[in-house]
Every structure is written in C-alpha cells, then in structure tokens.
C-alpha cells in the first residue's frame, strides 16, 4: 500500500533544517573551542580577509542561526495550515499508545519481528521524540539569539530575548546549556539516521526516500491513518 505521508513543504524544510543543524554544531563547536587559529604571520586587521577566523565563523553560525528561525516559524505556518504536517502528540491516557510505545522498543533493540503487530505512519516512539526535538531547537533559537543580544546591548535581540539569558543564571550558565542541548540534538540525529536506515533495510517501506517523494510502503492500513485525512 502507497500511501503519500510528506508534503513538499515538510520534505523541503527537513532538509534545510538538517543542513542547518549541521553547520550551527560544527561552528559552534569551533565558537566554544577554536581548534585552529587563523592565517600565521598576518596581522589580525587583514586575517579576515586570508583565511578562516573566529569572526567569519561567528558570521556563518550566525546566518545559519537565522535561517534555522525562519525554517521553524515556516514549520509552525504549515503545521496551521495542513493537516497532513501538523504536530503529532503522544496520546499518554491511552493504552493503545503505552502497548505501541512498548511494542516499538522491543522492535529497536531487535527484541521482536517487525512482521508482529499494527503498522503506523508515525509510532508511539515517533510522537514522543519529535515534539521534544522541536522544544530543544525551540530552545536553542531562544538560548542562541539571547546571547547573540549580549553584543549590541539595547538592540532588538537583546531587548526581546535578553531576560532569558539571566533567567538561567548569566551568560556562562546560559552557553553550556546552549552546549548541552545542542549534543542532545545531535545524539537524537543519530538515532533517527539509525531507526530511518533500519527501517528501510528491514521493512523497504521507502523510509529514506519518502523525504524526497513523500511516499511511504505499508503492508496494511496504519492504525493513524486518519492523522493524514
């Protein structure tokens, strides 16, 4: 059974969310532990302009920092507007939800045969992990632009979202849990890069591809179905 589960907008901002990630890990990385220096024997005045310096690599984590805002407000416009992207949530008062969580765990850690049980377009693990995924880039957005105001005091970043910055205890507090949440996320991709590969070894219901054509291969009707209609 083919079922079209991903809309071009979703498989769109996937992409460049993930692409985005990458470069905000990687530069941040740098931004927290320069593990090169610039050119040797140029002065830092004309350093920028011969190789790879702190601040250019501050400029792309900051590009890379607005570009992942604008893909999270696009997230939330087509979430409003589409009911195939919106938001799925874990429904914690049912059983059938704690029976699914329990059944997709065993089949993750090779406990039981994918061939046992319901089929769903996104699982009880799937519903639990993506809202937690949005909260923390949420939060990185948040974390990230307050300690972005800290360098032009009284500016727009600064006088929205400065407060955030000592509500977690000042600047230093606010760049480790910046730090720790972002190693989180990265831990979640590669989970996900493992459950999305396993999944299309195991199962070949198009897991990998269904993010560049949007189809997804069942062998009966998901049991979520109707989140799509």
């Not at 941040?28 to 002065?43: A, D, K, R, V």
């Not at 990230?144 to 000042?170: E, K, R, T």
């Not at 591809?209 to 997804?216: A, L, V």
Request: aromatic share 18%; charged share 15%.
């Amino acid at each position: 059974m083919r079922i079209y589960v991903f809309s071009p907008g979703l498989r769109i901002w996937h992409w460049v969310n993930f692409l985005t990630i990458l470069v905000l890990f990687g530069t941040g990385l740098y931004i927290g532990n320069p593990f090169f220096s610039g050119p040797p024997g140029i002065e830092a005045t004309h350093a920028y302009g011969e190789g790879l310096t702190m601040g250019f690599i501050r400029k792309i984590h900051f590009l890379a920092g607005y570009i992942l805002l604008a893909s999270f407000i696009f997230r939330v416009i087509i979430g409003i507007f589409s009911k195939r992207d919106r938001m799925v949530l874990p429904r914690f008062w049912t059983r059938d939800y704690w029976s699914s969580l329990k059944e997709i765990t065993l089949k993750y850690l090779l406990l039981k045969k994918d061939s046992d049980g319901r089929e769903y377009i996104r699982n009880a693990c799937a519903r639990t992990a993506y809202p937690l995924i949005y909260l923390a880039i949420l939060f990185m957005i948040v974390t990230g632009f307050g300690m972005y105001g800290l360098s032009n005091p009284g500016g727009f970043w600064s006088s929205l979202l400065g407060w955030v910055v000592w509500a977690l205890g000042g600047e230093f507090q606010t760049h480790m849990w910046h730090r720790w949440v972002a190693w989180l996320i990265i831990v979640a991709a590669i989970l996900h890069v493992y459950f999305v590969i396993r999944e299309e070894i195991i199962r070949r219901n198009g897991e990998i591809s269904s993010m560049i054509n949007g189809y997804k291969y069942f062998e009966k009707e998901p049991a979520d179905i109707g989140d799509l209609k």
